[in-house]
């Protein structure tokens, strides 16, 4: 599962031992996602699911901003081993919702962007939105932002990652 998220919900996930995504929304590779696919294998369709929930990480950035203009503007991605989704292809090809709260200890990874994606990470949340809705130039600017990749933690590296912020 990837769970998509933001620099304050990982300090939360480390203080706290667990993680609740929002709206219990996760990301996965659904056969849905295998379906849409016209070739790719599992590693393949996997990063797709994680691209997915790098954008809607972007959302969750909007919401944060409103809040704190202050807020670090790196998209997160909490890929852990959870059981039990339920698949939510209503949504999106990859769309699944958690039956709770994920634990700490079943996180398998933390995906978050580096100091340098900033800039574009927040133009990207400006325009996600647009770009959803079909606008070109909007799409660009969410290129941008993704063109960044996400580095990859250990989740026993979290805290040493947090203090570095």
């Known amino acids: 599962m990837y769970i998509p998220a933001t620099v304050a919900m990982l300090r939360e996930l480390s203080a706290n031992g667990e993680l609740a995504a929002i709206g219990g929304t996760a990301f996965a590779l659904t056969p849905a996602l295998r379906e849409s696919y016209a070739t790719g294998g599992d590693e393949e369709l996997e990063y797709a699911a994680m691209l997915d929930a790098a954008r ?4 969750l950035l909007g919401a944060e901003l409103e809040r704190d203009p202050e807020a670090l ?6 890929s852990a081993d959870v059981d039990g989704a ?11 919702k958690l039956a709770g709260p994920v634990q700490l200890k079943v996180v398998a990874a933390i995906h978050l962007d580096t100091e340098e994606a900033q800039d574009a990470v927040r133009d990207a949340v400006a325009a996600v939105d647009a770009a959803d809705l079909g606008d070109p130039d909007a799409e660009f600017v969410l290129g941008e932002a993704e063109d960044h990749e996400l580095a990859w933690y250990a989740a026993q590296e979290l805290p040493f990652v947090l203090e570095l912020l």
């Open 56 to 59: 809607a990480s972007l959302r």
């Open 73 to 78: 503007m790196r998209r997160a991605v909490v």
């Open 86 to 96: 339920e698949l939510r292809s209503d949504l999106d090809y990859a769309v699944v």
